[in-house]
């Protein structure tokens, strides 16, 4: 599995949309581009995940570059329920999760 | 439907005992992973099973093991308990194995502590 990068810690205001980076310059063809995230804990919850196209569900948006080198995570409108560590994965056919430190997103009130 | 459960939701033990964990995964689900979480770290791989067959395994050593039963439900065996094993444990349940990449999704956790 490629080796994503994002940065420690960030915050964002209730209500704004907060935008999480994730680097994942070594990414190969077959690998999904998979978020997820944990609340205090928690067990990790699995938010949105990609390949190539810009996804978007209930939870939140995966923008995806054209390169795939990087992509950003969109929470349109971050409530305080949003805090939590998120983790940007790449993923290919294999079973294990790969899991690096994650940003931890404060929402401010 | 229910989600993935595991059980129980907390254990204390002291260093040299054995302890179990239980997992349920979703229903449908015949792939069941597990992972050891350490207090400020991102979850590790341990296992995974499907089909009741080891089908990965992480760096772990061998007083951890793990199994599968014909329902997919799955024990983790953690033998010779360490202070270091003191950590939140995650089962993690997908649908099928190989082909596809099938989202995994986790339970809420068994936090172990090992006095």
């Known amino acids: 599995d490629a080796k994503t990068t994002q940065p420690p810690s960030m915050d964002c205001a209730e209500g704004r949309a907060a935008n999480l980076p994730c680097n994942h310059s070594?990414?190969?063809?077959?690998?999904?581009v998979y978020w997820y995230r944990q609340i205090h804990s928690q067990g990790p919850q699995y938010i949105i995940h990609?390949?190539?196209n810009n996804e978007t569900n209930e939870m939140a948006s995966l923008i995806i570059t054209e390169d795939r080198k990087s992509s950003t995570l969109i929470l349109p409108h971050a409530t305080l329920r949003d805090t939590a560590v998120y983790y940007c994965?790449?993923?290919?056919?294999?079973?294990?999760?790969?899991f690096g430190k994650g940003t931890r997103l404060h929402i401010l009130p | 439907d229910a989600g993935v459960t595991q059980s129980p939701t907390h254990l204390i033990k002291t260093r040299g005992q054995h302890v179990t964990l239980r997992c349920s995964p979703i229903?449908?689900?015949?792939?069941v992973s597990w992972y050891q979480q350490v207090l400020g770290q991102g979850p590790q791989f341990i296992f995974q099973?499907?089909?009741?067959?080891?089908?990965g395994r992480g760096n772990f050593p061998d007083r951890f093991s793990a199994r599968q039963f014909p329902n997919y439900s799955s024990e983790l065996n953690v033998n010779a308990l360490l202070l270091g094993d003191s950590a939140l444990y995650l089962c993690?349940?997908?649908?099928?194995?190989?082909?596809?990449?099938?989202?995994?999704?986790f339970g809420p956790g068994t936090r172990l502590t090992v006095l």
């Open positions: 993690a349940s997908k649908s099928a194995t190989g082909g596809l990449v099938d989202t995994q999704y």
């Open positions: 070594t990414i190969s063809g077959n690998e999904y």
């Open positions: 990609g390949l190539k």
């Open positions: 994965i790449a993923r290919n056919r294999d079973d294990k999760i790969i």
């Open positions: 229903s449908g689900h015949k792939s």
């Open positions: 099973y499907y089909e009741k067959e080891e089908r």
